[in-house]
């Protein structure tokens, strides 16, 4: 008790001479309380800044994002697209929208996801968007989300869309022409940042990118956008009379995961700032694809604990690799299929697969299988 002794008296004398406003921290100076007083001044100018900024940037609300992130790629795995990546986002050039185009499952989202994480080490990553193909988004939501990253990966950018947002209060409810100038055009051409500014969209509908596209050739170079595109077939839509064009094109930058359009093609094959990468379909070999088998079956016989030595058999996996077609999506299906509980018995599953006289890379032939099979595997489980 005796501590507190006089404690109020001092409080309030305290609170008489401590700093309230920023004018409050430069008289400090010259009464001699604090000799540092306008770096003081200058650190509150930047609080208050950075509050009023992020104020103002809450009027983008950043599309939801998966509660969990992708899986990268597989160490060794990918080693010649992701190094074709890197390098081009890296390299100084006008063509900053590279576009991968490849089937459903061969793997674009977890080289976007590893490129994404190279280039957030690197602090590079202005934005990294994952749109579900079934969402509503639209091009509006794209500019702004991107709008927001961009505010997020440079001060000199945010203070630029913040002065947008400021001076402008329904600029999001322009035309997206008028939206796409005020809110990421202008600021990006006025602030000149250095770059490589990476920007990854995985996901983005048909509709949405024949928009998107034309927009975002128009931004400085600086800004670098790694976009994947999906396609049933891997000869249908090439451009007429080239049909081994995008072998022609090994590199990668930017990401939109798209529903088939030949629209799409297009409005990519012959723009100056866009580039066309290999798929990876065509790239691939069985190398990548075993060694996500043999990992995903290595797991396989650590979460079943009683699993017979030896299993399964070198034969057996290599008409699993085949069956798989180094589709990546076929063999995440099957081995979740195989794996199950921890009650169940993953022999009679492995079998079930292997023996349903499945073609190649058939998607739906091992959905229907798993769907049949479920039910009689659960009861002899």
Same mark, same amino acid.
């Given at each position: ?143 702004? &989300?991107?709008? $927001?990253? *961009? ?5 000199? +950018?945010?203070?630029? %869309?913040?002065?947008? !947002?400021? @001076? ?108 066309? &990468?290999?798929? $990876?379909? *065509? ?5 990548? +694809?075993?060694?996500? %088998?043999?990992?995903? !079956?290595? @797991? ?82």
């Amino acid at each position: 008790m005796v501590l507190l002794s006089g404690a109020e008296e001092r409080i309030a004398q305290l609170d008489a001479v401590l700093p309230t406003s920023n004018e409050d921290f430069r008289n400090l100076k010259l009464v001699g309380h604090f000799p540092d007083a306008d770096q003081a001044a200058r650190e509150f100018d930047f609080m208050r800044k950075r509050e009023r900024a992020l104020q103002t940037l809450a009027v983008l609300k950043p599309r939801e994002q998966p509660s969990y992130p992708p899986d990268e790629c597989l160490p060794g795995t990918r080693i010649n697209v992701l190094a074709d990546v890197i390098h081009r986002l890296l390299s100084p050039s006008d063509a900053h929208i590279v576009v991968l185009s490849d089937v459903e499952g061969s793997g674009k989202t977890t080289v976007v996801q590893t490129v994404a994480e190279y280039f957030r080490g690197l602090r590079r990553l202005a934005a990294r968007l994952f749109v579900n193909d079934s969402a509503t988004a639209d091009a509006r939501d794209v500019i702004k &989300a991107v709008a $927001l990253g *961009m505010a997020q990966c440079h001060p000199h +950018i945010e203070t630029a %869309i913040c002065n947008v !947002l400021s @001076a402008y209060p329904k600029v999001l409810d322009d035309p997206i022409d008028q939206l796409f100038k005020k809110l990421l055009l202008g600021p990006l051409e006025a602030t000149k940042v250095i770059g490589p500014f990476v920007i990854v969209i995985d996901g983005i509908n048909a509709g949405t990118i024949n928009h998107i596209v034309d927009y975002f050739t128009k931004l400085p170079a600086a800004f670098r956008f790694f976009v994947t595109c999906r396609r049933v077939d891997t000869t249908a839509r090439y451009p007429p009379n080239h049909t081994n064009f995008l072998n022609c094109f090994p590199r990668l930058s930017a990401a939109f995961c798209t529903t088939p359009n030949d629209n799409i093609w297009r409005e990519f094959w012959n723009h100056s700032r866009i580039q066309l &990468a290999s798929p $990876l379909m *065509m790239e691939s070999d069985d190398r990548d +694809i075993s060694v996500y %088998i043999h990992t995903r !079956l290595n @797991a396989i016989i650590d979460y079943h604990t009683n699993i017979q030595p030896n299993w399964p058999p070198k034969e057996d996996i290599q008409e699993f690799i085949r069956l798989s077609g180094n589709l990546f999506l076929w063999a995440a299906v099957a081995l979740d299929f195989i794996q199950g509980r921890r009650s169940y018995q993953p022999y009679a599953r492995w079998n079930t697969v292997l023996e349903a006289d499945l073609a190649v890379a058939d998607v739906q032939g091992l959905l229907e299988t798993i769907e049949k099979s479920s039910a009689s595997l659960r009861s002899t489980s």
